[in-house]
């Protein structure tokens, strides 16, 4: 989650979150949890932790209405250990390595995981794996020190999984988008400006805001060595088929899609893209529909990560009672959306 995912999750109170992060108040020097009762602080005063223990070893105490330190016992002492352990290797550790590392058994290990977690550990060092690749082609080094470095046994490896971990080729990506075209423009609806970018592959971004511009700059940021170049008419249908969307009318299944992400996030994806138009689903709920009943925390963790507004359908997401909950493009879009999709159905 982003900053803006963890303020909009405070604001709303969001139970999906509830251990998710802790969050402190400089002018109280308190931290507490997303869900906490008391009256929410103002934005310019808040700082984002990981964990309790972050927050503490920054100098703040905890709240005695929320009492954030909950849940974060020895158990998720316990999975955080291992998860240093994945992120210290070398190479992804098999379950045993890490089993032994934690003292228990691989079958614990295993189940305690993916009960924190959402993922198994396996999964979880893929997505170490995928990170630090990531990371070093930012860097700017060649994909093929990158891919070693990161962990990958062989270059078959990394190029079989690069295209849904990247979204493009592996040394585009390192070059900031370098070598990639992107056609974007921004339309008018009914939900303020729209934001619509694709790559040759397909759509790689729709975001929607009040400030055209901030949304321009804010895709530049993502591709700031792409080059943007003018639109032609199978780029113009993609546009008209999302606008169609935001109003309620059209749905956008078919387009075609570039967009990056884990495994995990892409499975959550996927799922939210099955979900029939006018139908909400619950952080739970779609947890259980992928396969991981326990992982409500990851799935919306994946939902926050969603660059395809509309698209990904992810402000069908609710709460478990029914009641909205977060969304990056405001609470107000995501209703009116829904509202509109019960409507035509």
């Known amino acids: 989650m982003d900053d803006e995912a963890r303020w909009n999750a405070v ?26 009762p008391s009256r929410r602080p103002k934005r310019a005063n808040v700082e984002f932790f990981a964990s309790p223990s972050n927050a503490r070893d920054a100098g703040y105490r ?9 849940g974060h016992g020895a158990e998720v002492e316990f999975i955080a250990s291992v998860c240093a352990f994945i992120a210290a290797s070398e190479r992804p550790p098999s379950l045993e390595a890490m089993a032994k590392h934690a003292g228990v058994s691989a079958s614990h290990l295993h189940r305690t995981f993916k009960a924190q977690t959402g993922q198994t550990p396996r999964e979880f060092a893929a997505d170490v794996r995928s990170a630090r690749v990531r990371a070093l082609l930012q860097q700017g080094r060649s994909v093929t020190e990158a891919l070693y470095e990161a962990g990958y046994g062989s270059a078959s490896r990394f190029y079989s999984e690069s295209g849904a971990t990247l979204g493009m080729t592996p040394s585009r990506y390192r070059n900031g988008g370098k070598g990639v075209e992107i056609r974007s423009t921004v339309a008018e609806t009914a939900l303020g400006h729209a934001l619509v970018a694709a790559t040759e592959v397909g759509v790689c971004a729709v975001a929607l805001g009040d400030d055209a511009a901030v949304l321009v700059s804010q895709l530049r940021a993502r591709f700031p060595r792409a080059t943007f170049v003018a639109t032609d ?29 884990t495994a995990f996030q892409h499975r959550v994806w996927r799922a939210l893209s099955a979900l029939p138009r006018g139908t909400t689903i619950s952080y739970a709920d779609l947890a259980a529909a992928i396969g991981r009943p326990s992982a409500a ?3 919306a963790a994946a939902c926050a990560a969603n660059e395809l507004a509309i698209v990904v359908p992810c402000h069908r997401v609710v709460r478990s009672d029914g009641s909205l909950s977060g969304y990056r493009w405001g609470l107000e879009r995501k209703r009116a959306l829904l509202e509109r999709e019960r409507r035509d159905r």
């Open 11 to 36: 604001l709303e109170r969001d139970a999906a979150h509830a251990r998710a992060f802790v969050y402190a108040v400089r002018t109280t020097g308190i931290y507490c949890v997303p869900t906490c």
């Open 233 to 261: 008419d199978t780029f113009e249908a993609w546009v008209a088929r999302v606008v169609l969307a935001i109003e309620g009318t059209a749905a956008p299944s078919t387009l075609p899609l570039d967009i990056r992400g």
């Open 62 to 70: 905890a709240c005695l209405r929320c009492a954030p330190d909950a």
């Open 297 to 299: 925390r990851a799935v």
